[in-house]
């Protein structure tokens, strides 16, 4: 039997572009079991466990059709209204989930990285990959509202677009990724943005077509509705609803489009957080 051996020179000067792939793909075991670590420590002391993966987006569209649905009468471009904000919310949740986590790698795992040495890149993958598993189960879950609703003779289709759905789930894993490292490294400096993401992520929502159909934004604030276009989430989401329902506003730019700003982001927030992660201990 050969024995594998790796040997590495930990040095602290290095290139900023030495992104120390080779180092990630040898780490990949830690990679698994850091994703077993956040699904058992999460949910071990909880009463509901796993269930909690269903009960928040089941609640929150429950809500959403009550509050945006028939008190505010906010088309659903003539989907079924829990379908609709269900298809939102699933793919928001793991955008955003992906980003709030990573956004806190350094100050959640300071402890961890000032006493033992493996790449710190790890840390964030290991964030897209368990929330990986929870956006598995609430998609199960939009697929048997998407059965339920088919059986009762509601009106959607499945488009050609639902080929587009493993690159959609990776633009949103890489999106959030990219944003995610970018202000972990700048709160290693300026803490306030740690209390300010959340509420900042809570307002991006209303900014993307999670409650409402880009056509409707288009036509009722036509003078207001290019920051909604340009949000990078809201062609992602909008495939992803022409994929699984048949309706959106699905265009081949608008996807280039977020393709193009998801690849600037994961660059940038790769090469900063290889930067700040050589010294950052002193600083959190």
């Known amino acids: 039997m050969v024995k594998e051996e790796h040997e590495w020179t930990i040095e602290a000067d290095s290139s900023l572009f030495d992104l120390k792939l080779t180092e990630v793909w040898a780490y990949r075991d830690l990679l698994v079991l850091l994703v077993r670590r956040d699904f058992v420590s999460f949910y071990k002391q909880t009463i509901l466990g796993p269930l909690w993966f269903f009960i928040q987006p089941l609640f929150t569209t429950i809500i959403f059709t009550f509050i945006f649905g028939n008190l505010a009468g906010i088309s659903t471009d003539s989907l079924p209204k829990p379908l609709f904000y269900m298809a939102g919310i699933t793919a928001w949740n793991y955008f955003a989930d992906c980003l709030t986590k990573t ?34 189960v609430q998609m199960a879950l939009f697929l048997i509202l998407m059965a339920y609703y088919y059986i009762s003779g509601a009106h959607f289709g499945i488009s050609w677009a639902i080929c587009l759905f493993p690159i959609i789930v990776i633009l949103m894993a890489l999106l959030g990724l990219g944003a995610g490292m970018i202000i972990s490294a700048m709160t290693t400096k300026y803490r306030d943005l740690a209390f300010l993401i959340t509420f900042g992520v809570q307002l991006l929502m ?23 276009e340009y949000n990078p989430m809201t062609p992602i989401i909008e495939t992803f609803r022409y994929g699984f329902l048949g309706e959106g506003s699905f265009s081949w730019f608008s996807l280039g489009y977020a393709t193009m700003v998801t690849i600037v982001l994961l660059l940038f927030g790769t090469l900063v957080f290889n930067k700040v992660e050589r010294n950052f201990v002193d600083t959190v």
């Open 206 to 228: 209303y900014a993307t077509t999670v409650i409402y159909p880009l056509s409707e934004a288009i036509k009722k604030y036509p003078a207001y509705a290019w920051i909604i």
């Open 103 to 136: 956004s806190s790698v350094f100050k959640d795992n300071a402890a961890i990285f000032g006493k033992v040495y493996f790449p710190r890149l790890i840390m964030p993958l290991s964030i897209v990959v368990s929330n990986l598993v929870r956006f598995g």
